[in-house]
């Protein structure tokens, strides 16, 4: 499965379950997560990846800068992860 379609099914799934989603098209910082959601006053950031695959360095140093600032950030490259988010 490539990382189009993981992002595109799991997106769908979120939205049927309720999840605001908005795909993050470009900011002035590199790495940025690919989507964002958020329900209920959660707000949740997503990186999407074809299975097996893992973010680049740069993609690392940004989530890792997001977290510190206490947004959830996920790595998702499968279906059941991105279930299991947004159930």
Same mark, same amino acid.
């Given at each position: 499965?490539?990382? %189009?379609?993981?992002? +595109? $099914?799991?997106?769908?799934?979120? *939205? !049927?379950? /309720?999840?605001?989603? %908005? ?9 940025? =997560? ?6 209920? /006053? ?7 990846? !074809? =299975? /097996? +695959? ?11 800068? $997001?977290?510190?600032? /206490?947004?959830?950030?996920? *790595? ?5 992860? !991105? ?5």
């Amino acid at each position: 499965m490539r990382e %189009v379609q993981v992002e +595109r $099914l799991a997106s769908q799934y979120a *939205v !049927a379950r /309720g999840w605001f989603e %908005v795909k993050i098209m470009q900011t002035s910082r590199r790495g940025f =997560p690919d989507r964002f959601y958020a329900r209920d /006053g959660r707000v949740v950031l997503v990186e999407y990846k !074809a =299975p /097996g +695959r893992k973010p680049t360095p740069q993609q690392e140093k940004r989530h890792r800068e $997001l977290r510190e600032h /206490g947004i959830e950030v996920h *790595v998702i490259d499968n279906l059941q992860d !991105a279930y299991d988010l947004f159930r």
